[in-house]
């Protein structure tokens, strides 16, 4: 399972980071995601890595201003946040896959996390 933490209340302009700790699987041999769901609208990816590191998605919003990165001792990913703004406010949910296009496209995964709520206000 994926266990993601790390949201709460950040200021415009501040910064935030998410963790998504896996148990039962290694999580580095899967593509893993974060996605997004801001209240009234629909689901969205932010964010995506195959198990290589060697291809990444990022919505168009967040590209230079939010990372992805992990600690395979931990068995954790992490969303670092730079930047934030008023419309990054949402529940942010992790999702690993063993395929990246059907976890990045069709938002199917073999495993997803519990959502965290990512507030930006001042």
């Known amino acids: 399972q994926l266990q993601a933490s790390g949201g709460g209340l950040v200021q415009p302009g501040n910064s935030l980071r998410l963790a998504c700790a896996a148990s039962?699987?290694?999580?580095?041999?899967?593509?893993t995601a974060w996605f997004r769901q801001a209240p009234g609208k629909e689901r969205e990816g932010v964010l995506c890595?195959?198990?290589?590191?060697?291809?990444?998605y990022y919505a168009y919003s967040v590209k230079g201003r939010f990372t992805m990165s992990s600690d395979s001792a931990k068995n954790t990913v992490y969303l670092q946040m730079n930047s934030l703004k008023p419309e990054d406010t949402a529940v942010y949910y992790c999702?690993?896959?063993?395929?990246?296009?059907?976890?990045?496209?069709?938002?199917?995964?073999?495993?997803w996390g519990q959502g965290t709520l990512v507030t930006v206000s001042s």
């Open positions: 999702a690993a896959d063993v395929q990246l296009l059907r976890l990045w496209v069709l938002w199917e995964a073999n495993y």
């Open positions: 039962g699987f290694t999580l580095s041999d899967y593509t």
């Open positions: 890595i195959n198990s290589r590191h060697e291809i990444t």
